[in-house]
């Protein structure tokens, strides 16, 4: 093979490689890679108006607050196991802040499990059917909570785009609190 031959072959070969580098760069979902997902701040919310006692709603309230109080005295795998008692109570219905004190405990839940070894997955595969974008989420503070916990965990566990989106959602939501708030 000549010299102009193998200089042929690697003029087009460059060229080749440079043709196709420059598709590549202009293919925004080559560009991404396979493994980014982009990441969804939808939030949805709805205001929570006080609504008139039920002996259902008060007990459950009353049930959630002795979780709570019960939970204070312990740590680790003894405090997680009372907040999944506490998840586990049936949600009355007809009370719409239940909702709330619902979301709330599921953050503690998850923060106490973001805290014991191996933790994360938990925290994620409790909250997220809690919290998903298609949902309407109650304007609470207790919402923004288990949305930063739900952040955490899927950090933890590797979801950036879940990671991120969550995040976006309870900044909105703290952004849609602090105007309720101002005159």
Same mark, same amino acid.
């Given at each position: 093979?000549?010299?102009?031959?193998?200089?042929?072959?690697?003029?087009?070969?460059?060229?080749?490689?440079?043709?196709?580098?420059?598709?590549?760069?202009?293919?925004?979902?080559?560009?991404?890679?396979?493994?980014?997902?982009?990441?969804?701040?939808?939030?949805?919310?709805?205001?929570?108006?006080?609504?008139?006692?039920?002996?259902?709603?008060?007990?459950?309230?009353?049930?959630?607050?002795?979780?709570?109080?019960?939970?204070?005295?312990?740590?680790?795998?003894?405090?997680?196991?009372?907040?999944?008692?506490?998840?586990? @109570? =049936?949600?009355?219905?007809?009370?719409?802040? $239940?909702?709330? #004190?619902?979301? +709330?405990? *599921? !953050?503690?839940? %998850?923060?106490?499990?973001?805290?014991?070894?191996?933790?994360?997955?938990?925290?994620?595969?409790?909250?997220?059917?809690?919290?998903?974008?298609?949902?309407? @989420? =109650?304007?609470?503070?207790?919402?923004?909570? $288990?949305?930063? #916990?739900?952040? +955490?965990? *899927? !950090?933890?566990? %590797?979801?950036?785009?879940?990671?991120?989106?969550?995040?976006?959602?309870?900044?909105?939501?703290?952004?849609?609190?602090?105007?309720?708030?101002?005159?």
């Amino acid at each position: 093979m000549s010299t102009s031959s193998r200089t042929r072959r690697k003029v087009w070969g460059l060229a080749t490689l440079g043709l196709l580098t420059a598709l590549t760069a202009c293919d925004p979902d080559a560009a991404a890679g396979p493994q980014r997902k982009a990441f969804d701040t939808t939030l949805r919310t709805h205001a929570i108006a006080p609504s008139t006692p039920t002996p259902e709603g008060l007990a459950y309230l009353r049930a959630v607050a002795d979780v709570h109080a019960r939970a204070d005295g312990l740590t680790g795998d003894a405090r997680i196991g009372v907040l999944r008692q506490g998840m586990a @109570l =049936p949600q009355p219905s007809g009370v719409p802040e $239940a909702e709330i #004190v619902r979301l +709330d405990l *599921a !953050a503690r839940l %998850g923060e106490a499990l973001l805290a014991s070894p191996n933790g994360a997955w938990a925290a994620r595969n409790m909250i997220a059917p809690l919290v998903p974008v298609e949902r309407s @989420l =109650p304007l609470a503070r207790a919402s923004a909570r $288990a949305l930063v #916990v739900l952040g +955490d965990a *899927a !950090a933890k566990t %590797g979801d950036d785009a879940l990671a991120m989106g969550s995040y976006g959602r309870s900044v909105e939501m703290m952004s849609l609190l602090v105007e309720e708030l101002e005159p």
